[in-house]
């Protein structure tokens, strides 16, 4: 399959770009620094806010159980997208303000996942429970978040990776390699 390069031509308003998902229905999105952008027919559609402006620099992206699109941005936290237009910001759930949202994952409806710069949080009945090293995590430098087929969160840092065990984040080492390799071939 050939490869191609994406750029300003199709669309995209720079071409720094920092995250990509394709949803269960075929879409593809695009995050980067210069906001959120639908694949279509070949060209790169800017998702645009209510006021029409695009949104903050994506860092990282997530499908909701009901089809919708968490957006983790560089400063304006975490919006949604759902049936194409984007919720206004007080309409989502959020977390320390100035949190950098570097990871999303919905583990089971309603509860959001966050990881940030700033640590690691659950966001389940409205509220935000907030996970440091003090819970066993290696740093609080958040960067991505993943479901393994058992239904175990992985989290990975800048100062290497954890998994949820027993409530509490358990380190991993290097020697724990085939649990790393299950990562990239699962969900």
Not at 31 to 50: C, K, Q, T
Not at 132 to 144: C, K, Q, V
């Given at each position: ?8 031509r199709e ?7 920092r995250t ?32 029409g ?30 049936d194409?237009?984007?919720e206004p ?22 509860r ?11 966001i ?12 066993g995590l ?28 027993q ?17 990239g071939?699962?969900?």
């Amino acid at each position: 399959m050939p490869v191609r390069n994406v750029t300003t031509r199709e669309g995209l308003a720079d071409a720094y770009v920092r995250t990509l998902l394709e949803t269960p229905d075929g879409q593809l999105y695009i995050g980067g620094a210069s906001g959120l952008y639908a694949w279509e027919a070949g060209r790169a559609v800017p998702i645009l806010d209510v006021d029409g402006r695009r949104l903050d620099s994506v860092l990282s992206l997530a499908v909701g159980a009901d089809a919708a699109l968490w957006v983790g941005t560089y400063t304006a936290g975490i919006r949604r997208v759902r049936d194409g237009v984007v919720e206004p910001r007080a309409a989502t759930p959020q977390v320390s303000a100035g949190a950098e949202i570097r990871g999303l994952l919905e583990a089971a409806p309603g509860r959001l996942w966050v990881g940030t710069n700033a640590g690691l949080y659950r966001i389940e009945d409205g509220r935000a429970f907030a996970y440091t090293r003090a819970e066993g995590l290696p740093s609080d430098h958040i960067r991505r978040l993943h479901q393994d087929r058992r239904g175990v969160l992985w989290v990975a840092s800048n100062a290497g990776l954890a998994r949820l065990e027993q409530g509490r984040f358990q380190a991993r080492s290097e020697e724990h390699t085939s649990e790393l390799q299950s990562l990239g071939s699962s969900r």
